[in-house]
């Protein structure tokens, strides 16, 4: 129906509380609420917009004896919603040609070496897609750049949120202090007293607006949060209201610009995080202070679908998902390449000319202390030479199969060539009857190729045909088995699989019918991103569809261009991500057992709301199990209803004391998942258990007597001793740490573990959401074994976002700080969702800074995205290093081997430097703070001498792009727009 309308559709909420409760609550509506009146519409693609009305007693009835209910209107909330009805039939209604467009980008760290930040997209380049789609669509677009990088030099050319050159910079638009203090005036009370006593009066003369003008179009972008003016906020502000020229920016748009609609380009900006109710918002939150009642699309990558949720309900966005980038095989390099012959000549040297074996080995030994692969595999016992190499093939095999992106998505474009081939193995592999599983059944192999142990030994030598090279191990198998895979993808693709042998077997020919049939034509369909972004503009409905990460299993998340919907909340945890958890759980016992000869007693989880939308609960379903408490699941929808605690004696194990750090997000999206666990903390911690089986309900007694003697009421130290889920402030979001890496403003842990439990420390339960509780918080630390964080998909991995090291690190720094040592950090992987995995975090990121940080093919693709490439770059190093900083787990090896790949590669220097010397100056600046922080200790002095020179010569350049002269030229004088 709504596809045949072709309107927006705008879901106007009926509370199901009372205004009270509203007015006074930061979560804006209740679980039911939210689940009926947001996630349930959301799937049908309708655009969130406000609670209208609440309820309340009208009176009491004697004959019914029972109070009578009625909806009572909400007059601010009503005219919000009719302004944004207006808004839309406004756009909508005006012609292409005089509709004016914002595109705005995100730009975090707000440094020029970072514009246009948006996950896993290449955004300049697709914003130029975007004007080149305007303007054919008759929209009066001017002047657009060539290329991305054209867009980046105009814009730099301009003032921006960096500070550096900002008094020389051009300022092409401004708004007056007189228009700002009118508008500031007639914002609500509340607000004003807020941001007046957080920054005081504006006393600028005018307020520079970041962007350039292409005709009726507007590419700007997005303000800095304020961090940046006061780095001590860092440490104490969770929940900081945006600064003067953040309102006016966005004022601006609204009335000097006269936007008909704003885009957000790419995830993620920072509006939909600013302070405010959950959901449901009033007129004293800030997101909507600062976007109005205004049309808004968010371009948003199909596999989070969490933040992307957090937009469409704070921020009325309709999302328009994009593709993730092409993803592809690792490959081995170099000298791991190298050592990948030496072991296989070893290995035929074995059974055709043994007096080969010590020369070959004395190579091998040499090759793996060169490269430090005795660090990677520090956890192997054996000194034995078998047994080493065994364990070093199977790593091998591991990196050479490792998943990852080959370059950047653009928006509208569909992968090519090698891109669209290796993307399609990747997709088709996830599913349960993915290709090389298909291969598999047909070659006979009795072995899963993702599940399988790579450094198993191969009974007998070629014993398995259809092998083009002799296999020594499962691992081998299975690069020929990827080989294949692709060799039959790339003849479908070029419509040529009938000369291609070997695709009669039952199994492969019933998959590549799937892909021939299903998978290609969705992604051939990718330019419908720009198409229904253009529909959206012109004021009609962009359809609906689910998201998640297409290679781990969701295939039907294509074709993207879609408004994305994510998950009912009530059948959260999954019976699927059940069973996962479950694994999940036991195989981190058992590694922590092996390693330390006893069972862990507690364990830190940061548990985010995407990763649950997107994997159906796998963390939360661990975090239960860990517990020993099982769900409940009732009805044909299958939602869960209750909880049932399992037995010692059916676990086989002890429980353990399970804390979680949620996200904000997590604690707006599932209120009822917090509900669950503390209902499952209380009945753990109730049971009759030795304390060597319950460590749970050990400490619960200890922490009570402890606030008893302290003063407080039993009632009140049995609560505190039960808080297990913690979080940002409500209404507030993140973890404090970007701010003081991005900023150097820190000196040791101390500082890292400040900002971490002061944004962290606001305990949830199922009767209060969000209280500060600092000292139990500590407590928690204090007692903390474990710091766990999992992963459900390969899409991108632990250094592309800040995010992980801020919760994790984090984390892990708090707990060092207080008890004055690291505690077991893990990693869980479960993106084969048949065998979660968990390794040391030392490992995951030695498998990441080997199959991709450095990885050739790695470089080469995001060299052919321009500045964004670099930008990756510099923003890989920079979670590099913030991870170090706070995890303590990179090697020294590791920032001398980015230093050689990334600045000292002439090649890769001389890209970055043309296309962006602002990142190779914060590179080469990030390294020389590693080594001076103590972090990157084995560096010699010409290193360093060579890395100051490259921080100079980038400087030099940075200086040549800086212009002369200043001035604001924006015409709009109908608003007192005057020009300066």
């Not at 009208?58 to 909400?74: F, G, I, N, S």
């Not at 949720?309 to 921020?315: M, T, V």
């Not at 509900?675 to 200890?702: H, K």
């Amino acid at each position: 129906m709504w596809k045949s309308l072709d309107v927006p559709v705008l879901q106007v909420i009926f509370s199901g509380g009372t205004v009270e409760q509203w007015q006074s609550g930061t979560g804006g509506l209740a679980p039911r609420d939210v689940a009926m009146n947001v996630a349930l519409p959301e799937v049908d693609g309708r655009i969130i917009s406000r609670a209208v009305s609440f309820k309340a007693v009208q009176h009491h009835d004697r004959d019914l004896e029972t109070d009578v209910v009625v909806y009572q209107p909400e007059r601010s909330r009503i005219n919000f919603v009719a302004d944004l009805a207006a808004n839309w039939v406004r756009l909508g209604q005006t012609p292409a040609g005089s509709r004016k467009i914002a595109l705005i980008l995100a730009n975090y760290p707000t440094r020029d070496g970072r514009l246009a930040n948006g996950v896993g997209l290449d955004t300049p380049a697709s914003c130029v897609e975007i004007l080149q789609a305007l303007s054919a669509a008759g929209y009066l677009v001017e002047n657009i750049p060539a290329t991305g990088d054209e867009l980046i030099q105009r814009l730099t050319a301009g003032v921006t949120n960096d500070p550096e050159g900002k008094d020389l910079r051009s300022i092409a638009h401004c708004l007056s202090l007189e228009e700002y203090r009118k508008y500031f005036a007639n914002l609500p009370p509340k607000v004003q007293q807020e941001i007046g006593d957080r920054w005081g009066d504006c006393t600028e003369k005018s307020i520079p607006i970041p962007g350039i003008m292409l005709g009726n179009i507007f590419v700007g972008i997005q303000p800095a949060r304020g961090y940046d003016i006061d780095p001590a906020l860092n440490y104490h502000a969770p929940d900081l209201e945006p600064t003067h020229a953040y309102l006016a920016f966005y004022y601006w748009l609204r009335q000097g610009f006269g936007a008909h609609a704003i885009v957000h380009l790419g995830k993620h900006g920072n509006l939909e995080w600013l302070p405010g109710k959950s959901v449901a918002l009033s007129d004293s939150c800030y997101p909507e202070i600062a976007l109005g009642a205004m049309p808004h699309f968010y371009p948003f990558i199909v596999n989070d679908p969490g933040e992307g949720s957090q937009a469409k309900r704070r921020s009325q966005a309709v999302i328009i998902d994009h593709l993730t980038p092409p993803m592809t095989r690792a490959e081995l390099y170099g000298p791991l390449q190298q050592l990948e012959r030496f072991i296989d000549e070893y290995y035929e040297a074995q059974m055709l000319d043994p007096s080969r074996l010590p020369a070959i080995r004395d190579r091998i030994t040499a090759l793996f202390q060169e490269e430090n692969l005795h660090q990677d595999l520090a956890f192997v016992k054996s000194e034995e030479f078998t047994e080493l190499l065994k364990t070093a093939d199977g790593y091998l095999c591991e990196l050479k199969e490792a998943q990852i992106r080959d370059g950047l998505h653009i928006f509208g474009q569909c992968p090519q060539g090698r891109q669209l081939r290796d993307l399609i193995v990747a997709i088709s592999r996830g599913r349960t009857t993915g290709i090389t599983r298909s291969l598999a059944v047909d070659w006979g192999l009795d072995f899963d190729p993702l599940t399988a142990d790579p450094a198993q030994i191969l009974a007998e030598e070629n014993a398995i045909g259809h092998l083009s090279k002799p296999c020594f191990t499962v691992g081998d198998v299975i690069a020929e088995l990827e080989e294949k895979a692709a060799e039959l993808v790339e003849h479908l693709i070029e419509n040529d699989l009938p000369s291609c042998p070997q695709v009669t077997n039952t199994k492969t020919q019933e998959e590549l019918n799937w892909i021939g049939n299903k998978l290609l034509p969705a992604l051939q369909e990718t330019r419908e991103e720009i198409t229904q972004l253009l529909r959206g503009l012109d004021g009609g409905y962009v359809p609906s569809g689910p998201a998640g990460a297409p290679t781990r299993g969701r295939p039907e998340v294509l074709p993207t261009g879609r408004n994305f919907y994510s998950v009912d909340i009530r059948a959260i945890p999954t019976e699927t991500a059940w069973d996962i958890g479950r694994k999940a759980a036991e195989a981190l016992i058992e590694s922590y057992t092996q390693e330390h000869g006893e069972y862990p007693r507690t364990l830190g989880l940061s548990v985010w709301g995407t990763s649950t939308m997107r994997s159906g609960g796998d963390d939360m379903a661990e975090a239960l199990a860990l517990l020993g408490v099982q769900p409940v699941w009732d009805g044909p929808g299958r939602r869960v209803v209750d909880f049932e605690i399992l037995p010692i004696s059916f676990l086989g194990r002890p429980r353990v004391d399970v804390t979680l750090r949620i996200s904000g997000f997590f604690r707006d999206a599932f209120p009822n998942l917090i509900d669950l666990f503390d209902r499952a903390v209380a009945a753990v911690a109730a049971l009759d258990e030795p304390p060597a089986d319950n460590p749970l309900a050990s400490q619960v007694q200890q922490e009570t007597q402890f606030w008893l003697a302290a003063g407080l009421s039993q009632s009140q130290a049995e609560t505190r001793s039960g808080y297990r889920v913690f979080g940002s402030k409500p209404g507030a979001y993140g973890a404090g740490l970007q701010g003081l890496i991005a900023a150097q403003n820190w000196t040791d842990d101390r500082d890292l573990a400040r900002a971490y439990i002061n944004w962290s420390s606001y305990a949830y339960t199922k009767n209060n959401m969000g209280s500060a509780a600092p000292e139990a918080f500590q407590q928690r630390l204090q007692q903390m074994q474990i710091v766990l964080h999992n992963q459900d998909n390969r899409e991108h991995d632990l250094l592309d976002s800040d995010d992980y090291y801020q919760f994790q690190g984090g984390l892990t720094a708090a707990v060092r700080s207080l008890t004055g040592k690291n505690p077991q950090t893990y990693f869980g992987d479960n993106s084969v969702p048949q065998n979660p995995r968990v390794r040391q975090l030392r490992s995951e990121i030695a498998r990441v800074y080997r199959s991709r940080v450095v990885n050739p093919k790695w470089i080469a693709g995001v060299m052919r995205h321009g500045y964004k490439g670099a930008f990756e770059m510099a923003a890989t190093v920079d979670y590099l290093f913030a991870y170090d900083a706070t995890a303590n787990c990179v090697e020294d090896y590791m920032y001398r081997g980015v230093a050689d790949a990334y600045l000292l590669d002439p090649a890769v220097r001389d890209f970055i430097h043309e296309k962006n010397p602002w990142a190779l100056r914060d590179m080469a600046e990030r390294l020389l703070e590693a080594h001076q922080r103590g972090f990157w200790q084995n560096v010699d002095g010409k290193m360093v001498d060579n890395l100051r020179a490259i921080a100079h010569l980038a400087e030099g350049a940075i200086e040549d792009t800086l212009p002369i002269g200043k001035s604001c030229q924006n015409g709009l004088t109908p608003l007192n727009f005057k020009k300066h």
